[in-house]
């Protein structure tokens, strides 16, 4: 049971002080985490309905066979577009507003380190987009060349080429502004008491997440500068006829592109590793286990980059090696997997929406995973190399992964940034609508990509008609079950009147809910006291 | 054990303007290694064409 801290009583009497007024000035010139949080998860709510809507076109279009509805060149339009902004503006933004809302909050720190710099890393998105979304309505359309932007296809495009490099450069420039902002204010900015092992894993799977922002979002700009280059200033650095290798860029592409799966699920480790202890009342099993794991999958993160591209024919050293560092990550996945079936086991377990939620992640997350060692193989890869399998692996880690740990997050913070609870009834609706259709989005993908239907095509074979009709009907349901998700949280922090506690969740322990709610707009001003029973993981008492 | 005990030892200043010089000095490190990642990038694809 955590005591309420004598430390930080002065920010409770503070809490409705210093809050700019005005519109403009409290939400353009911010430099509070809490207020910036609001405005990334406000902006990838956004995106992922724009980023979804995008997806309903492709459900819509191969919902029968034949061409139904748009131009392939406009479907090739909707896949780029949606891998693009429901990677980059969707799951990476809302898992940097959860870092903002609860990383000072739970190290005991008044806020990020760099509060302006977190301020521009927010305000680049929104132009970033718009320049990006900007491009469907030029001559020629929208990037058609999928998220990957592989040349010489992507190099095909009219002016979209430009804009589309451009918008990608400054996502990068604001996720590596806000993972400089991040480390710094983790390693700077902890109240005494908070040792790196006394932190939450939530903090500790943003640190590694960080790092590995640092370390290969730089590798995307320069691969991508070196398109542009290739498009407008004569180089050929993936242009075969001028000496230059298009494999070449693949290679780069996928060293950034590996670690970028691990940066869009990382944190999702962290919030499940958050939920799951306060749901089964229990701490955390194997906190230090699961930090480690944490690290090391971070590690191989970047050893296994080419087992994306298996079948542009690698000498077989090559791909035996990849082969196996990628299997390689079964193991500290599986530790992680094992300890939060531990951590419930024998828990006095309760299973309200954030709980549903982190479970259905423990479950649907480790199938993502199945068919991920699968592909590993390489003879089986290349049976499935650029089918719907394909598909359905990476939206069973990144939607009932990444997706669903992130509503987890907003359901189990909620209280505590609006001071209000959300309604149960309609959280527990919202959940099991979206857990039924998000398997029937894509489970039967699953069955068409082991029939051979390609991924990224407009039409196909009759015999794939059934799946994709049934797939098709998934997406949609999966689609409108979001509004309800919007619906409760509007209603929790607008029209709720049941007050949130200070702790909200009888088992939840750490800092954050030594803090009242709503959280005060100014918290932590003066470094905690942290006294034994406060922290989660670890003793502070020796 | 010994690595261990380093990272859990708690030598971090009180005063919180100290700890945001420190981190300002940890943020130029940081941008420092992003600049040279991306040099290196860009200086592999030119070696490797």
């Known amino acids: ?542 | 054990m010994k690595a261990l005990e380093m990272v859990q030892h708690d030598d971090r200043p009180e005063d919180i303007e100290a700890r945001r010089a420190a981190a300002r000095r940890t943020a130029w490190i940081l941008a420092g290694v992003v600049v040279a990642i991306f040099v290196l990038a860009i200086l592999q694809g030119v070696l490797m064409r």
């Open chain 1, 1 to 542: 049971m955590a005591a309420v801290n004598p430390a930080i009583q002065p920010d409770v009497h503070a809490s409705h002080d210093h809050k700019p007024h005005g519109f403009l000035h409290r939400w353009l010139f911010t430099t509070n985490h809490k207020d910036i949080g609001t405005l990334y998860l406000i902006f990838s709510l956004t995106m992922f309905f724009i980023g979804g809507s995008f997806a309903m076109v492709i459900r819509a279009e191969l919902f029968q066979p034949g061409m139904q509805l748009v131009q392939p060149e406009f479907f090739n339009e909707m896949t780029s577009m949606h891998g693009l902004i429901m990677i980059f503006g969707a799951i990476m933004p809302a898992f940097v507003g959860l870092a903002n809302w609860m990383l000072p909050m739970m190290i005991g720190a008044p806020d990020m380190a760099l509060p302006r710099l977190n301020n521009w890393s927010f305000w680049i998105l929104p132009f970033a987009f718009l320049m990006l979304i900007s491009t469907m309505f030029m001559p020629g359309g929208g990037p058609q060349g999928g998220w990957t932007m592989y040349p010489p296809l992507a190099l095909e495009g009219g002016m979209n080429v430009a804009f589309a490099i451009f918008s990608v450069h400054m996502m990068g420039i604001s996720s590596i502004m806000g993972a400089i902002n991040i480390i710094a204010t983790i390693l700077n900015m902890r109240a005494p008491g908070v040792d790196l092992l006394r932190m939450p894993v939530f903090v500790w799977s943003w640190l590694i997440t960080a790092f590995l922002l640092i370390a290969v979002m730089p590798v995307l700009a320069g691969a991508i500068t070196m398109l542009l280059t290739d498009k407008y200033f004569g180089t050929s650095f993936f242009h075969a006829a001028g000496g230059g290798d298009p494999v070449m860029y693949q290679h780069i592409f996928w060293f950034f592109g590996h670690p970028e799966v691990y940066i869009m699920i990382l944190p999702a480790f962290g919030i499940v590793s958050e939920i799951v202890p306060t749901f089964s009342r229990k701490p955390l099993f194997g906190y230090q286990a699961m930090v480690y794991a944490l690290a090391c999958i971070a590690f191989l993160s970047f050893i296994v980059w080419a087992h994306h591209m298996f079948t542009v024919g690698m000498p077989l050293g090559g791909n035996l090696f990849f082969m196996y560092g990628t299997m390689l990550i079964a193991i500290p996945t599986g530790v992680k997997i094992f300890n939060w079936v531990t951590t419930m086991w024998g828990g006095s377990l309760t299973f309200e929406t954030p709980m549903l939620f982190a479970c259905a992640f423990v479950i649907l997350f480790s199938i993502g995973g199945f068919s991920g060692v699968s592909l590993a193989l390489v003879p089986a890869d290349f049976q499935y190399q650029d089918t719907f399998f394909v598909v359905a692996h990476f939206h069973y880690v990144l939607v009932t992964g990444a997706a669903f740990a992130i509503m987890g997050a907003v359901y189990y913070w909620l209280p505590k940034w609006s001071g209000h609870m959300y309604s149960e009834k309609w959280g527990k609706i919202h959940f099991w609508s979206s857990a039924i259709s998000v398997n029937l989005l894509f489970f039967p993908q699953h069955f068409l990509g082991l029939a051979g239907m390609p991924r990224r095509i407009p039409d196909y074979n009759v015999a794939f008609a059934d799946f994709n009709m049934l797939s098709s009907i998934g997406g949609f349901w999966f689609g409108a079950t979001q509004l309800i998700f919007v619906g409760v949280i509007i209603h929790c922090v607008y029209f709720s009147k049941q007050r949130a506690t200070e702790r909200v969740w009888e088992g939840a322990k750490g800092l954050e809910w030594t803090l009242p709610s709503p959280a005060p707009y100014h918290s932590f001003t003066h470094p905690p006291v942290v006294t034994a029973g406060m922290l989660a993981h670890g003793d502070v008492s020796h």
